[in-house]
Nanobody
Framework: VQLVESGGGSVQVGGSLRLSCVAS????????MGWFRQIPDKEREGVAA??????????KYADSVKGRFTISQDKAKDTLYLQMNNLSPEDTAMHYC????????????????????WGQGTQVTVS
């Protein structure tokens, strides 16, 4: 599975961005799809996750983004989205799309090692 992110950029405080992640390759079957982010000299942290069938009930969010970010999946397009609203400077980071075969279990955002597939990242800068 190959993952390619897009949609990053620079935005003012309080602004919005929508990240996209297109999956290709062996996308048949169920996957847990997630967004992670990382700033220099810090560990990569989980932001949000969703099952690849787009089941809203499967969504998981980091406390820091609840109520501001929304993850969604368009299965027909094999595309994962992250709608980010009310952005703050603390959201500045390289954002990565990731996936593994299986369902998004409770606590999945704390186990980045479970994610087998990663994109190259897209930078989000808020100032």
């Amino acid at each position: 599975v190959q993952l390619v992110e897009s949609g990053g950029g620079s935005v003012q405080v309080g602004g919005s961005l929508r990240l996209s992640c297109v999956a290709s390759g062996d996308t048949v079957g169920g996957y847990c799809m997630g967004w992670f982010r990382q700033i220099p000299d810090k560990e990569r942290e989980g932001v949000a996750a969703i099952d690849s069938d787009g089941n809203v009930a499967s969504t998981k969010y980091a406390d820091s983004v609840k109520g501001r970010f929304t993850i969604s999946q368009d299965k027909a397009k094999d595309t994962l989205y992250l709608q980010m609203n009310n952005l703050s400077p603390e959201d500045t980071a390289m954002h990565y799309c990731a996936a593994f075969g299986g369902d998004c279990y409770v606590g999945v955002l704390s186990y980045r090692a479970d994610f087998s597939y990663w994109g190259q990242g897209t930078q989000v800068t808020v100032s």
